[in-house]
């Protein structure tokens, strides 16, 4: 079993940025890839980022490529989401999970095991 704790959320002006955190315990980190999602309320949770078990590999979504970036640091086993140019729309609660493969993946259904969220508001 894998604990997953973030951190790093609060609440911003748009424009600001925020970086969060996601650290793992209980399991071999490295070998699995990481994802970000992120659920808004009174909406469907959604794909944020991925990145595979080496850093080698992310994906991101449309709307958060350019302005949001994944990094992984497997000696602190740690995940990170960059998050720059907020804007209101992107206010949630975002969740870091670990996947069932060393691949990135779009899908929750991949992913094993989540972390309790962390909130993030950004204010006009």
């Known amino acids: 079993q894998v604990q997953l704790v973030e951190s790093g959320g609060g609440s911003v002006q748009a424009g600001g940025s925020l970086r969060l955190s996601c650290a793992a315990s209980g399991r071999t980190f490295s070998r699995y890839a990481m994802g970000w999602f992120r659920q808004a309320p009174g909406k469907e949770r959604e794909f944020v980022a991925t990145i595979s078990w080496s850093g080698g590999s992310t994906d991101y979504a449309d709307s958060m490529k350019g302005r949001f970036t994944i990094s992984r640091d497997n000696a602190k086993n740690t995940v990170y989401l960059q998050l720059n140019s907020l804007k209101p729309e992107d206010t949630a609660v975002y969740y870091c999970?670990?996947?069932?493969?060393?691949?990135?993946?779009?899908?929750?259904?991949?992913?094993?095991?989540w972390g309790q969220g962390t909130q993030v508001t950004v204010s006009s």
């Open positions: 999970a670990v996947a069932n493969t060393g691949f990135v993946s779009r899908y929750p259904t991949q992913y094993a095991n």
